[in-house]
């Protein structure tokens, strides 16, 4: 009976566990391991996916999208995450393309009605930003683009393309020759193009564009992120979504992406945080100490490993949750005045993300005894997942040097 006489029953449902309900999770989670010994693509998972309507997360309702903020579809990365951390991944950077589109819309941007079309429709994003040897990353390109009457021609090779087997749509970035002429900038400086590479069924042959089967890394294997080699690859005047300064800059695509990639990226680790945690606890609770005559989860050191885990996933928690909402608020009138911090608070969280998870999975096999140890177990593969982690823009020593020069200014000389 209810307690309060004469009062409604009030059910409310979360947008996130419905989407990702357990049956499925468990269906995820039950297919990882074989996916990752056998280092292939999650085809299995990423049809399952889809046909939830979970490509279309990021998209307003009035779209045909299931209308999700950052901060839910943040929350379902990490739910995901913690059922399969390389499908998750992969399936990221697809999120973070979608993101661009959503932070556009919040800011009134037209240019969100292509991405969240194309979204619509079907098509699957990828993420052809990240070059070897390039550590401004998305404020410079190795890769060449070369004016031509159609648009740009791409030479260069982007690492790490997950979805690399289903994508339609890639996004690239590349930097153009010095310009000269009427039309050219007043300094004449080299810019940066950015925009989407096209083709209509990930099956398809796209001419100037070739992926290397060449993923067979430590963990995330199933992501399946390839090399991506483009030799005279034409980007349409059509599929631009701007051009850039070389550099640090606001511009908002660019904004969009440095922000969502960071925010989602520090989801899934946090994800991988959350079932390190639930295994190790469930594996503490079940055995015992032949010396103690009692469960481990009485033994004060295991008690300690456990509670420092939690401890640091909860801080993560709070910070990326609020980050998330941030950007939520943007176009609402109560927006967060960050200014020029924006682009160190994203980079900030990701790296103290996917640091606490590393550690944390760190004492998750402290406390849960050498069967873990074992090929195949559970978080034999989160400690090989999470390590990729730290390969991902931004770097530890990209976050300090931008938080250094912030603080105390550039180095002098």
Same mark, same amino acid.
């Given at each position: 009976?209810?307690?309060?006489?004469?009062?409604?029953?009030?059910?409310?449902?979360?947008?996130?566990?419905?989407?990702?309900?357990?049956?499925?999770?468990?269906?995820?989670?039950?297919?990882?391991?074989?996916?990752?010994?056998? *280092?292939?693509?999650?085809?299995?998972?990423?049809?399952?996916?889809?046909?939830?309507?979970?490509?279309?997360?990021?998209?307003?309702?009035?779209?045909?999208?299931?209308?999700?903020?950052?901060? =839910?579809?943040?929350?379902?990365? &990490?739910?995901?995450?913690?059922?399969?951390?390389?499908?998750?991944?992969?399936? *990221?950077?697809?999120?973070?393309?979608?993101?661009?589109?959503?932070?556009?819309?919040?800011?009134?941007?037209?240019?969100?009605?292509? +991405?969240?079309?194309?979204?619509?429709?079907?098509?699957?994003?990828?993420?052809?930003?990240?070059?070897?040897? *390039?550590?401004?990353?998305?404020?410079?390109?190795?890769? &060449?683009?070369?004016?031509?009457?159609?648009?740009?021609?791409?030479?260069?090779?982007?690492?790490?393309?997950?979805?690399?087997?289903?994508?339609?749509? $890639?996004?690239?970035?590349?930097?153009?020759?010095?310009?000269?002429?009427?039309?050219?900038?007043?300094?004449?400086?080299? &810019?940066?193009?950015?925009?989407?590479?096209?083709?209509?069924?990930?099956?398809?042959?796209?001419?100037? #564009? =070739?992926?290397?089967?060449?993923?067979?890394?430590?963990?995330?294997?199933?992501? =399946?992120?390839?090399?991506?080699?483009?030799?005279?690859? $034409?980007?349409?005047?059509?599929?631009?979504?701007?051009?850039?300064?070389?550099?640090? *800059?606001?511009?908002?695509?660019?904004?969009?992406?440095?922000?969502?990639?960071?925010?989602?990226?520090?989801?899934?680790?946090?994800?991988?945080?959350?079932?390190?945690?639930?295994?190790?606890?469930?594996?503490?609770?079940?055995?015992?100490?032949?010396?103690?005559?009692?469960?481990?989860?009485?033994?004060?050191? +295991?008690?300690?490993?456990?509670?420092?885990?939690?401890?640091?996933?909860?801080? #993560?928690?709070?910070?990326?949750?609020?980050?998330?909402?941030?950007?939520?608020? $943007?176009?609402?009138?109560?927006?967060?005045?960050?200014?020029?911090?924006?682009?160190? $608070?994203?980079?900030?969280?990701?790296?103290?993300?996917?640091?606490?998870?590393?550690?944390?999975?760190?004492?998750?096999?402290?406390?849960?005894?050498?069967?873990?140890?074992?090929?195949?177990?559970?978080?034999?593969?989160?400690?090989?997942?999470?390590?990729?982690?730290?390969?991902?823009?931004?770097?530890?020593?990209?976050?300090?040097?931008?938080?250094?020069?912030?603080?105390?200014?550039? #180095?002098?000389?």
């Amino acid at each position: 009976m209810d307690p309060v006489r004469g009062a409604e029953r009030v059910t409310t449902t979360d947008p996130v566990t419905e989407l990702l309900p357990e049956h499925l999770l468990r269906e995820i989670r039950e297919r990882a391991a074989d996916v990752d010994r056998e *280092n292939r693509f999650f085809a299995e998972d990423f049809e399952a996916l889809r046909g939830i309507g979970y490509l279309r997360m990021l998209v307003p309702e009035e779209f045909g999208g299931l209308g999700f903020t950052l901060e =839910q579809a943040s929350r379902a990365q &990490r739910r995901l995450a913690g059922a399969a951390p390389a499908t998750a991944l992969g399936i *990221n950077m697809h999120h973070v393309i979608v993101g661009i589109g959503y932070t556009l819309h919040l800011r009134g941007d037209e240019r969100a009605r292509r +991405i969240f079309e194309d979204a619509v429709a079907g098509h699957v994003f990828a993420f052809g930003i990240s070059e070897a040897g *390039n550590d401004s990353v998305l404020f410079d390109a190795t890769t &060449r683009a070369e004016p031509v009457a159609e648009g740009w021609r791409l030479h260069g090779t982007k690492i790490f393309t997950s979805l690399s087997p289903r994508w339609t749509r $890639l996004l690239v970035h590349a930097r153009t020759p010095g310009e000269t002429g009427l039309d050219a900038p007043e300094d004449g400086a080299a &810019r940066l193009v950015v925009g989407l590479l096209t083709r209509h069924d990930h099956r398809d042959a796209v001419p100037g #564009v =070739q992926t290397r089967a060449d993923w067979d890394a430590l963990g995330m294997r199933a992501s =399946q992120s390839c090399t991506t080699v483009l030799d005279g690859a $034409l980007l349409r005047e059509a599929d631009l979504l701007t051009t850039t300064p070389v550099g640090p *800059n606001p511009d908002p695509v660019v904004w969009g992406i440095f922000g969502c990639f960071e925010l989602l990226l520090a989801s899934v680790y946090t994800g991988i945080a959350d079932r390190a945690i639930e295994v190790a606890a469930g594996i503490v609770c079940s055995r015992r100490s032949l010396a103690r005559d009692a469960p481990y989860s009485d033994d004060p050191d +295991i008690r300690r490993h456990i509670a420092r885990a939690g401890v640091l996933r909860d801080g #993560v928690e709070l910070q990326l949750r609020q980050l998330c909402a941030d950007v939520d608020a $943007l176009g609402t009138g109560h927006e967060v005045a960050h200014g020029a911090r924006w682009f160190i $608070l994203f980079s900030g969280v990701k790296h103290r993300a996917t640091e606490a998870a590393r550690e944390v999975v760190d004492l998750a096999l402290r406390a849960s005894g050498g069967s873990q140890y074992r090929t195949g177990s559970e978080l034999e593969r989160l400690y090989r997942d999470v390590l990729a982690g730290m390969y991902h823009p931004s770097d530890e020593e990209s976050v300090h040097a931008a938080a250094a020069t912030a603080l105390l200014g550039p #180095v002098s000389g």
